[in-house]
C-alpha cells in the first residue's frame, strides 16, 4: 500500500468529518482527523493512503493561503506511435502435397482439374521487432495477376502460424474475407488488427488464400513479378 504525503490548502470548513482541499492543483475531499478542527484557508498536512486523502495536522499560525508541494503532480506518460512497413520474406503457392517452383504468385483454388492451390505469404521475424506495441491498423498491397474469372472475384484469406515457408503445407487458422479485384487490379487491402498483432506478438507469421472446394481459381501476382506484391503495412501505437 502507497502512503504519499503533501501539502494542500482548505477550501472550505470542515463538515461531517471531511473537507474539501486544493491537492496539486485539484480540489480533493479530504477525511480530517476526529479532533482536529479545519477553516477555510488553512495549511494541512495530508497523507494519501491507496486512493483517500487523510488530513492529520494544520500547518503554520494562521491561513496562509494556497500552497504548492514541492514534487509535481506525475505526469502522463507519452505516447509514440508509428509504421512498420514489412516486405515479405517469400510468396509461394503449396499444391498436390508440394510446393510449386515455377511461380513466386499467390493462388487460391485449382485450376483445369488439377489440384487445389493454397497461395502463401510469409513475413519472417520483422513485425516482431514491434513486440510490445499495439497495432492500430494494417493494410496489405495487393496486385491481380491473369487468371481465372477477369471480374472481380471473391477470395478467403486465412491467418497463417509459420513466418517462414515450413517443409509441408502451411498451418491455417483464422478466416476472412480476402481482396476482390477484377484483373490487373491493384488495392491496399485491410486486414484484421488482430491477425496483425499475432504476427507482431510472435503468434502467427503469414497469410494464406484457400477455398476447400477449389472454388474460384484467383491469381495474385508474388514477390517475383510485382516487387511490393504483399507489403504489410502496420500502424502501431505504446
Given at each position: 500500500?502507497?502512503?504519499?504525503?503533501?501539502?494542500?490548502?482548505?477550501?472550505?470548513a470542515?463538515s461531517?468529518g471531511?473537507?474539501?482541499?486544493?491537492?496539486n492543483g485539484?480540489?480533493?475531499?479530504v477525511q480530517?482527523a476526529?479532533?482536529?478542527?479545519?477553516?477555510?484557508?488553512?495549511?494541512?498536512l495530508?497523507?494519501?493512503?491507496g486512493?483517500?486523502w487523510?488530513?492529520?495536522?494544520r500547518?503554520?499560525?494562521a491561513?496562509v493561503?494556497?500552497?504548492?508541494n514541492d514534487?509535481?503532480?506525475p505526469?502522463?506518460?507519452?505516447?509514440v506511435?508509428?509504421?512498420?512497413?514489412?516486405?515479405?520474406v517469400?510468396?509461394?503457392s503449396?499444391?498436390g502435397?508440394t510446393w510449386?517452383?515455377?511461380?513466386?504468385d499467390v493462388?487460391q483454388?485449382s485450376?483445369g482439374?488439377?489440384a487445389n492451390n493454397?497461395?502463401?505469404?510469409?513475413y519472417?521475424?520483422?513485425?516482431r521487432?514491434l513486440a510490445?506495441?499495439?497495432?492500430?491498423?494494417a493494410t496489405?498491397?495487393?496486385?491481380?495477376a491473369r487468371?481465372g474469372a477477369?471480374a472481380?472475384t471473391?477470395?478467403?484469406?486465412?491467418?497463417?502460424t509459420q513466418?517462414?515457408?515450413?517443409g509441408?503445407?502451411?498451418t491455417?487458422?483464422?478466416s476472412?474475407?480476402?481482396?476482390?479485384?477484377a484483373?490487373?487490379?491493384t488495392?491496399d487491402?485491410?486486414i484484421?488488427?488482430s491477425?496483425a498483432?499475432?504476427m507482431v506478438?510472435?503468434?502467427a507469421?503469414?497469410l494464406a488464400f484457400?477455398e476447400?472446394d477449389g472454388s474460384p481459381?484467383?491469381?495474385f501476382a508474388?514477390?517475383?513479378?510485382?516487387?511490393?506484391?504483399?507489403t504489410?503495412?502496420?500502424s502501431?501505437?505504446?
Amino acid at each position: 500500500m502507497s502512503v504519499d504525503a503533501v501539502l494542500a490548502t482548505a477550501t472550505a470548513a470542515k463538515s461531517s468529518g471531511t473537507v474539501t482541499a486544493t491537492v496539486n492543483g485539484e480540489i480533493k475531499t479530504v477525511q480530517v482527523a476526529r479532533d482536529l478542527t479545519v477553516a477555510a484557508g488553512d495549511v494541512l498536512l495530508l497523507h494519501r493512503v491507496g486512493a483517500q486523502w487523510f488530513a492529520s495536522c494544520r500547518l503554520f499560525t494562521a491561513a496562509v493561503g494556497e500552497v504548492e508541494n514541492d514534487a509535481p503532480p506525475p505526469s502522463k506518460p507519452v505516447e509514440v506511435t508509428g509504421r512498420l512497413v514489412v516486405s515479405p520474406v517469400e510468396t509461394r503457392s503449396y499444391k498436390g502435397g508440394t510446393w510449386r517452383t515455377d511461380t513466386t504468385d499467390v493462388l487460391q483454388g485449382s485450376y483445369g482439374g488439377t489440384a487445389n492451390n493454397t497461395g502463401s505469404v510469409f513475413y519472417g521475424s520483422k513485425p516482431r521487432s514491434l513486440a510490445g506495441a499495439t497495432v492500430t491498423a494494417a493494410t496489405i498491397r495487393v496486385r491481380r495477376a491473369r487468371g481465372g474469372a477477369y471480374a472481380a472475384t471473391p477470395t478467403t484469406m486465412r491467418l497463417v502460424t509459420q513466418a517462414t515457408r515450413p517443409g509441408g503445407a502451411p498451418t491455417l487458422t483464422s478466416s476472412t474475407s480476402g481482396p476482390r479485384i477484377a484483373v490487373g487490379s491493384t488495392t491496399d487491402f485491410t486486414i484484421p488488427d488482430s491477425w496483425a498483432q499475432a504476427m507482431v506478438d510472435g503468434t502467427a507469421g503469414g497469410l494464406a488464400f484457400y477455398e476447400a472446394d477449389g472454388s474460384p481459381y484467383v491469381r495474385f501476382a508474388g514477390r517475383g513479378t510485382y516487387s511490393p506484391a504483399f507489403t504489410l503495412t502496420i500502424s502501431w501505437r505504446r
